[in-house]
């Protein structure tokens, strides 16, 4: 369990104005939250008091939620004497509209444990704008009564929001309506099909009502949170981020997974807080990162720069900086090769692969149709121009993200097709059944079986020409269309046995001497996260195999972010042609341009964004003292 723990007393985390914890991933500190709510609940039911939470609500929180389910019906944890008060509702919306956050907290809770439905209390999205002010009141003084809140469960927005305190929150403010920031808006436009849909208020607990919990925990995960992080937890108190108001609190603990904590001082200078080992890997950090601080190349920085920079201990340890800046420019200047599948007779001692075999099987695996493309289409090219044997395997269908529109377009345009070939009036109850399901469709309902395969077929279509484009044999791309994705809604499945059979069955048909899959988990819809963890353990699965003796497993990324230069293993340079290729090769996933509800905050179409990250790579390095490439495609290798 978590205790709060006073900060600034330790030298790894002076920079550090919040307790902060960092777990290896978010399951682990899910379970850690939740033992700590399950302890609160105990203590109070032996002392017969209610147990008053402040809960949250958003994608962060849902596997603590799952882990109390689980406490409640195997360890006999009981809701009977909780009472709870979530953070915000959304202005405008029903109780039974999906997207309501009293739709979110009965699905992922309440419907599961035995708490009473007199002691749930959600902001009420529909009350009336006259009564508003004094229904915000009564929610407040309802907390007082109960002698206030024995523990608050916070997320965290991008913007710096805890419930929907936005910035310019008042730090004594109360339960109110609130206009949403844009941003905050952009990141559920996923929920909501599109931006368009999302309300522009809610109602939010102020920041004076949760500052008065006596407990609270914040959460963040992944990637995307590390900025708001850094500045919530080292950045100066301010009302342009509401979240640094946590800093006045004497028990706040912030709870991160390794990838929130990424920009937090320790994590990513240690050597700037105190003393560090310096490996390897630490020393490839640290003078990349010195650097790009002093602008200049490698080659070029001095004894000076180093001690300058909290790195003496470092030059102490190699004895000079002509010593280190030759050892870490060989080491990056080895990443760089033109050869992603080994260059045959070559010797490859200092070479991102193999040489042997020559002609090796290459498996990619796309978590969406044109992931690969967009990720690694240069290196595709180049691997099959190479002689390789290259392997596409799609893992889903891709169909949520084709909008009504084009499905629609794609239908009459089969309808269409059918009469010119046939000579004959296309079949009303094939066509209009599926022209009818698209034209009496709500925003966010789920979609039917008919109109899911023909967005399936939209991108199948659209993946078939870019691998054609490519090089890639017909006979050669593979769509699994993995069952957890395939709910026509953006919620999806969670993973069973038939995606993890597909998945095995797909590596053991190929036997690769490479794997490629994707490693970008930033994006919006969790997809690629999942599908990165499928890859994962069937590897784990298929690891005893004697063919997974010889494979190595490389992971790139693309549409929504790019490897640091530090944990960059294998750079493949392109030429201004090949960068040409590639995006015409991302042109043929037609459906995925600037009318897709899926782009998020980015609105550059993604053959936009993997120029731009492909060209910033090249240029980084560049920066730090090599040859000045068009482009480069960026991996990090997976050991297993």
Not at 324 to 338: A, D, E, S
Not at 409 to 423: D, I, L, M, N
Not at 582 to 598: G, L, M, V
Request: with cysteine; glycine share 8%.
């Amino acid at each position: 369990m978590i205790t709060h723990k006073e900060v600034g007393r330790w030298e790894d985390v002076r920079f550090e104005k919040l307790h902060t914890e960092i777990f290896q991933n978010s399951a682990i500190a899910s379970v850690a939250v939740a033992e700590e709510i399950a302890s609160i609940i105990r203590d109070k039911n032996s002392k017969g008091q209610p147990a008053v939470l402040g809960l949250a609500t958003g994608s962060t929180p849902i596997r603590i939620y799952a882990e109390l389910i689980r406490m409640h019906k195997e360890d006999g944890l009981s809701f009977a004497n909780v009472v709870t008060f979530n953070l915000d509702e959304y202005y405008g919306i029903s109780r039974d509209n999906a997207q309501s956050y009293w739709s979110f907290m009965h699905e992922h809770l309440f419907d599961h444990v035995d708490i009473l439905p007199e002691n749930i209390n959600i902001p009420d999205g529909n009350v009336p704008l006259d009564k508003l002010e004094q229904y915000c009141a009564d929610y407040d003084m309802k907390i007082k009564s109960y002698g206030g809140l024995d523990f608050q469960l916070l997320g965290i927005g991008r913007t710096g929001h805890i419930g929907f305190n936005e910035p310019g929150s008042h730090i004594n403010s109360g339960t109110r309506m609130i206009t949403l920031d844009h941003l905050t808006r952009s990141d559920a436009s996923k929920d909501f099909h599109g931006l368009e849909n999302v309300p522009k208020r809610a109602i939010t607990m102020g920041v004076g009502t949760i500052l008065k919990a006596r407990r609270i925990v914040l959460l963040a995960w992944g990637n995307k949170k590390a900025e708001i992080i850094k500045r919530t937890v080292e950045g100066e108190m301010s009302s342009e981020v509401p979240a640094t108001y946590l800093q006045t609190h004497n028990n706040c603990t912030v709870l991160l997974d390794e990838p929130a904590a990424e920009e937090l001082t320790r994590i990513k200078t240690p050597w700037v807080v105190g003393p560090c080992i310096w490996d390897d890997a630490m020393q490839r950090k640290g003078i990349v990162w010195l650097s790009s601080k002093v602008g200049k190349p490698i080659l070029k920085l001095t004894d000076r720069d180093y001690n300058d920079n909290f790195m003496s201990s470092l030059l102490a340890q190699e004895g000079s900086a002509y010593k280190l800046n030759i050892k870490m420019f060989n080491i990056l200047q080895h990443t760089i090769t033109g050869w992603p599948g080994g260059k045959p007779n070559a010797d490859d001692s200092a070479r991102p692969e193999r040489a042997v075999p020559a002609k090796k099987r290459v498996l990619i695996f796309s978590p969406h149709p044109d992931d690969a493309v967009i990720g690694m289409g240069g290196t595709i090219r180049r691997l099959v121009e190479q002689g390789h044997e290259v392997h596409v395997a799609i893992q889903t269908s891709g169909n949520n993200s084709v909008s009504d529109g084009e499905a629609r377009r794609f239908v009459e345009f089969a309808e269409e097709f059918y009469e010119y070939q046939s000579g004959e009036q296309a079949p009303q109850k094939v066509f209009n059944n599926v022209k009818d399901m698209l034209k009496d469709k709500a925003e966010g309902d789920k979609d039917a079986l008919a109109v899911r395969k023909a967005k399936s077929l939209i991108r199948r279509g659209e993946t078939m020409a870019s691998m054609r484009f490519m090089g890639v044999d017909d006979a050669n791309v593979h769509f699994l269309d993995l069952p957890f994705y395939e709910t026509g809604t953006v919620k999806k499945l969670p993973v069973g046995k038939k995606d993890m059979a597909r998945m095995v069955e797909m590596i053991q048909q190929v036997k690769p001497h490479q794997i490629f899959a994707a490693g970008d988990l930033t994006d919006p819809h969790g997809t690629q996260k999942t599908s990165l963890d499928l890859v994962y353990t069937a590897i784990a699965n298929l690891k005893s195999d004697k063919f997974m003796k010889d494979c190595w497993v490389w992971l790139y990324r693309g549409a929504w972010s790019e490897w640091s230069i530090e944990d960059i293993e294998m750079a493949v340079p392109l030429s201004p042609d090949e960068l040409l290729l590639k995006k015409r090769a991302i042109f043929f996933h037609e459906s995925q341009k600037n009318d897709t509800a899926y782009l998020g905050e980015d609105k550059r179409d993604f053959w936009q964004r993997a120029e731009d990250r492909n060209k910033g790579t090249a240029e980084t390095y560049h920066k730090l003292g090599f040859s000045d490439y068009e482009a480069m495609e960026a991996f990090n290798r997976y050991r297993f």
